[in-house]
């Protein structure tokens, strides 16, 4: 397999999706749980809508476990009171992939007796709390303080600060979680860098009213000159590679990382017909071997677009309603804006980019740093399948479209087979093969019924 197993776990979601069901997840923090209960994070979606100095930050809970063992520690760049924190909507995350996902467009050839101009269509990618006062010295002892302690939806919610990775470990685990090994040191840079920690489980009785079967994002609203998505911690209790679709929004232009390369994935080439029946396989394929041949500590851009509008379409352009249970908080009042069509409307502000990062402790030492800039160049990752004309055609182009599309066809398998790794004679028995007139004439294929009457005198 290539273009990222993540895949097969976002873009992420990755990608989305990222995509594909999703094993439990951390990403930016590490998961914790009571007794022996062993968790672990795989892939991960995130929505960081970002002006200035304010961030609203999403983070998708894709969590498969009995949610009574559900608790995650996320560092936060401050303190965070009840009114900052959100339940968000699980369908906008699934909006922002469909819009983002890499896409397949198809193409119709026309009659060449009779030249038109061609059509498409847009394929999207085929994803409780409360402690005793007694034990306030302990906390005071281990340099703990709990700043904020308040519950919002499902989830009771502390925000801790500390003076020393032990004392925070020790208090963990005096409050029966365990911790993976090695969280000590990251938990200490951390520290280190004046960060406080966004500790939340789930309160059952609050989840049970809620008639939800799984876990809905948790938004945070802030201020702070810092613009990084904290991924070490999400590292300590991995079992593997990890993969992050991260959803990046802005009024000005492309969000983009300033400590990691980013490289777009392959855009705009044409495949053979079949893919589009194979087309998850197809991205995961690609995304994996351009994973390994680009160096393993890179972001992939899998999209950057101007959201009033979007060519082709591989889902409808969000509402405005929509962006705000994204986060996007810097809306006019009566914005022009989602209207799909040719050209983007002047009023739009809110620009879309969709990074896709897989990563592994060793090849990511340092957490995502980002920066807002004016750049709204559009991006896609978007493939293309050219459908021949096969009907009559009975003109003097017929000879030369026939053999152009035969070598455009085989031009396709060979681009299959670069970007896949996939053999070229298993792409060869899958196509279509448009038939040149000698073809025609001399390997003509019997109709099924001569085949029975094909009997010895």
């Known amino acids: 397999m290539s273009f990222i197993k993540i895949l097969k776990g976002l873009i992420i979601t990755f990608l989305a999706t990222i995509l594909l069901s999703q094993p439990a997840w951390a990403f930016c923090g590490f998961f914790i749980s009571k007794a022996d209960s062993k968790l672990y994070n795989k892939a991960s979606q995130v929505i960081i809508a970002r002006d200035g100095n304010r961030t609203v930050f999403t983070m998708a809970n894709d969590y498969q476990g009995n949610v009574q063992d559900f608790a995650i520690v996320v560092p936060v760049p401050v303190i965070l009171t009840e009114e900052q924190v959100h339940i968000g909507e699980p369908k906008i995350i699934e909006r922002l992939d469909s819009f983002s996902a890499p896409r397949l467009v198809e193409y119709f050839d026309e009659n060449p007796c009779n030249p038109m101009i061609m059509y498409d ?156 029946a194979e087309f998850k396989d197809f991205y995961l394929d690609t995304f994996e071997r351009d994973y390994e041949k ?33 986060g996007v908080f810097w809306l006019d009042d009566n914005p022009q804006i989602m209207r799909p069509g040719i050209f983007p409307p002047s009023q739009n502000n809110v620009f879309i980019t969709r990074l896709h990062v897989r990563y592994k402790r060793d090849k990511f030492p340092t957490d995502l740093q980002f920066k807002e800039t ?69 390997n003509q294929v019997k109709p099924w019924w001569e085949t029975l009457w094909d009997l010895p005198d």
Request: net charge negative; aromatic share 10%.
């Open 121 to 276: 269509r847009a394929v999207p990618l085929p994803a409780s709390a409360t402690l005793e006062g007694g034990r306030r010295e302990t906390n005071e002892a281990l340099g703990v303080t709990i700043e904020e302690q308040f519950s919002v939806g499902e989830y009771d919610i502390l925000i801790l600060s500390a003076t020393q990775s032990d004392g925070l470990e020790t208090w963990l685990r005096q409050n029966d979680y365990q911790i993976p090994s090695g969280a000590n040191s990251v938990l200490g840079s951390y520290i280190r860098d004046g960060l406080k920690f966004f500790v939340a489980k789930v309160n059952l009785e609050e989840f049970a009213n809620t008639g939800y079967q799984n876990l809905r994002p948790l938004m945070m609203a802030y201020e702070s000159q810092r613009f990084m998505l904290p991924i070490r911690l999400g590292m300590v209790n991995a079992t593997g590679d990890q993969d992050l679709i991260a959803y990046l929004l802005s009024p000005k232009g492309r969000i983009e990382l300033t400590n990691y390369r980013t490289v777009q994935v392959p855009s705009g080439v044409e495949l053979p017909e079949f893919v589009e």
């Open 294 to 326: 680009e160096g393993k500590n890179i972001a992939f851009l899998e999209y950057a677009w101007d959201m009033s509008w979007c060519d082709p379409c591989a889902a409808d352009p969000l509402t405005p309603e929509e962006l705000k249970g994204a």
């Open 374 to 442: 004016e750049n709204r160049e559009n991006f896609q990752g978007r493939f293309v399948i050219r459908h021949p004309f096969r009907d009559e055609i009975e003109c003097e182009a017929k000879d030369s479209y026939l053999t152009q599309t035969r070598q455009r066809q085989e031009q396709e398998a060979q681009t299959l087979a670069r970007l896949t790794g996939w053999k070229i004679e298993d792409i060869r028995d899958k196509i279509n093969w448009l038939e040149t007139n000698s073809q025609t004439n001399n």
